[in-house]
């Protein structure tokens, strides 16, 4: 395993970026989480490691060694692929071996490795099956093994999860988490879903539109999303639209001034997590206190959700946890509800 | 309500059968008639009104073709050059079908397509000067390099098809795991579009081996393939029509033989590679 370093790589199509300008630095034994929305250049970025897609510029190193003009075949990266791409013709153990025979390794050896493979995705004793014989999630497991068979450099995982239904999926992940923590594994993973981003990375970037527009941890981007993108798209967010005063003060479309955290002077959204927001008689204590009427409410089983209107304009979404005992809001009903100034968070208007 | 309905269904039955009939009945009835032909003695064979059924069967007519027309050296010639056709056509043909696919050349495809349209007869001139010139007219190499006219562009067209339905995803996981791309062409693009392989060497050997007007042009006395000296048979001998049947069905017999074994081979094929006889 290596540390992967990427320089300001970028992908053009004609006029069109792809990726653009994509710098960061993987140190040994990391998850590193892309995590953006269909489309945004995560798969690209990917196949630009694994060596299948030409960058237009830029430089990727795999522990310390120059790859950027290296056919796939010479950068010793694993990849799973989003449908396994398993080779129907072959049977597990052949599968996994693949790897190992193109290397040429001395065939004792090669049965050793492959057992070692299997048994690491719990597959012993599947190894004289062919694929079509296995279900989704061992064929997950033994793309894995393959993958793994051969001591890469860096481990590359395409949307790994998403041909498995919800349940195994939760599985998975934190098995496929467990042993890139035991094998200490350099990991790049690419995905849509949020979740599984935030639950199995060490450090995750946000891309939209082949822009990188966050880098950081689940609670870097939760707490201090950089851009009104990354406060959307990582956890929820309530974005109310106004006028921001600079000065830790915003007035809503509907008028209502609100205390937040210091922003540029102009337009702006304020975002606030549904979290966040208290309600009852705490709510009259905090920097931001409003009253408001119920207008709708989900019921979750754990928490609920209930869309408060404080002005015509002005709706927000407030997360209330579901306690026994305790009298849940109903429709129509009048409700206080308050945040501190530090749950608030404004940006200028994107261009 | 419901009897209208069983009618429409019966009538709708019978007339596809009847249709069935209609179409394949004159090679049928063909193929009857020269199996009588084949097994009859001379004297019923010109017989009016016409004998059908032979009796008593005999079997003179096989011995006559083995013992009189050179019989066996036509057919091993037959067999090197649709042999020969085949394997070189595969050769060529596979590589070039994996290249084609994978490139996504529209092109190329078209070529190929282009090729498989023009009428052989067509190259039939040009090959005819080429091998004058340099001395190849009448050898059985001469033939062997005409019949790839007819299975280079089957064997091409039907890999092409093949090779299209194996995911790129498969080779580019083969690359990953550190295969050239040779070594994934090899293990993993071949193997997995073997069934195209046989079926276009079927289909290349049934249109190289029915071939005819090559031989007969390009042919030399003794480097003649099967069809055209059976047709040699017709023209300068006193047609006797006994022997002509029994070597006829002989020089079928392969074909007709491949054509029963591997029936979804050749309809798989011949729907993915469009048809058209040599
Ligand atoms: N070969 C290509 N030519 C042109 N555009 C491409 C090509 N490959 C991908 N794209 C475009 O690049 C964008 C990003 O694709 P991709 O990396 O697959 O996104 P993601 O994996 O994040 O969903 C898409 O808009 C896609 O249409
Ligand atoms: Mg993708």
């Not at chain 1, 693949?98 to 065939?107: C, D, I, N, S, V």
């Not at chain 1, 955290?261 to 549904?274: D, F, H, I």
């Not at chain 1, 927000?316 to 206080?336: C, F, H, W, Y």
């Not at chain 2, 997995?192 to 079926?199: D, E, F, W, Y």
């Amino acid at each position: 395993m290596a540390k992967v370093e990427i320089a300001s790589l970028s992908k053009r199509y004609g006029e069109n970026f792809v990726v653009k300008d994509l710098s960061i630095e993987i140190p040994q034994g990391e998850f590193l989480v892309l995590l953006g929305p269909s489309g945004c250049g995560k798969t690209t970025t990917l196949r630009m490691i694994a060596g299948f897609v030409e960058p237009s510029s830029g430089q990727i190193t795999l522990g310390g060694r120059d790859v950027t003009t290296l056919p796939p075949w010479k950068r010793n990266t694993g990849l799973v692929f989003q449908s396994y791409a398993l080779f129907p013709h072959l049977t597990v153990d052949e599968n996994v071996a693949f790897g190992l025979e193109m290397r040429k390794l001395p065939a004792a050896e090669r049965r050793e490795n492959v057992a070692e493979a299997l048994r690491l995705v719990r597959l012993e004793g599947f190894g004289e099956r062919l694929p079509r014989q296995l279900s989704g999630g061992q064929q997950q497991r033994v793309a894995l093994a393959r993958a793994l068979a051969f001591r890469p450099d860096v481990l590359l995982l395409d949307e790994p999860l998403s041909n498995l239904d919800a349940k195994l999926r939760e599985e998975v992940r934190v098995e496929i988490r467990e042993l890139q923590q035991k094998l200490g594994l350099t990991t790049v993973m690419v995905t849509h879903d949020q979740d599984e981003a935030l639950s199995m990375a060490d450090r995750l970037v946000v891309m939209s539109q082949g822009e990188v527009r966050q880098i950081g941890t689940q609670r870097d981007l939760y707490e201090r999303p950089a851009d009104r993108f990354v406060a959307g798209f990582v956890g929820r967010s309530n974005f109310l639209a106004g006028q921001c005063e600079g000065d830790g003060a915003f007035i809503s479309a509907g008028g209502l001034r609100m205390a937040c955290t210091a922003g540029v002077r102009g337009k702006g959204t304020l975002a606030l997590r549904p979290e966040a927001v208290s309600v009852g008689p705490e709510a009259a204590h905090l920097d931001n206190s409003f009253e408001g009427v119920v207008e709708y409410i989900s019921y979750l089983g754990s928490v609920l959700d209930v869309r408060v209107r404080l002005a015509p304009q002005d709706r927000i979404i407030v997360q209330i946890a579901n306690r026994s005992g305790e009298v849940l809001p109903k429709m129509g009903d009048t409700l206080k509800v308050g945040w501190p100034a530090t749950s608030g968070r404004v940006f200028a208007e994107e261009s | 309500m419901a009897s209208t309905r069983n009618l429409k269904r019966v009538a709708g039955k019978l007339g596809f059968a009847v249709s069935i009939f209609v179409l394949v009945s004159p090679a049928i009835l063909v193929f009857l008639w020269m199996l009588s032909l084949s097994l009859k003695n001379d004297a019923d064979n010109t017989a009016f009104p016409p004998i059908f059924i032979p009796n008593p069967p005999t079997l003179d007519n096989f011995r006559d073709v083995f013992a009189k027309n050179n019989f066996l050296l036509y057919l091993w010639n037959s067999i090197l050059v649709t042999g020969g056709a085949v394997a070189v056509g595969l050769l060529v043909g596979v590589p070039a079908g994996y290249g084609i696919a994978r490139a996504k050349s529209a092109k190329f495809a078209f070529l190929i397509l282009i090729a498989r349209i023009t009428p052989a007869l067509s190259y039939l001139i040009p090959l005819f000067l080429v091998f004058q010139l340099i001395g190849l007219n009448g050898t059985i190499t001469a033939l062997l390099v005409t019949h790839l006219v007819i299975t280079v562009p089957i064997i091409v067209w039907v890999m092409i098809g093949y090779f299209e339905n194996v995911p790129m995803e498969l080779e580019d996981a083969a690359l990953v795991d550190g295969a050239s791309p040779w070594q994934g062409f090899r293990h993993i693009a071949l193997p997995l579009a073997r069934p195209g392989i046989i079926v276009g060497a079927i289909l290349a050997f049934i249109f190289s081996w029915n071939n005819f007007i090559f031989s007969v042009v390009l042919g030399g006395k003794t480097t003649r393939t099967l069809p055209s000296a059976i047709y040699n048979v017709l023209t300068f001998e006193q047609i006797s029509w006994g022997p002509l049947a029994a070597a006829a069905l002989l020089v079928t017999l392969p074909v007709l033989l491949l054509t029963v074994v591997a029936q979804r081979q050749i309809v798989a094929g011949l729907s993915a590679g469009g048809l058209k006889d040599g």
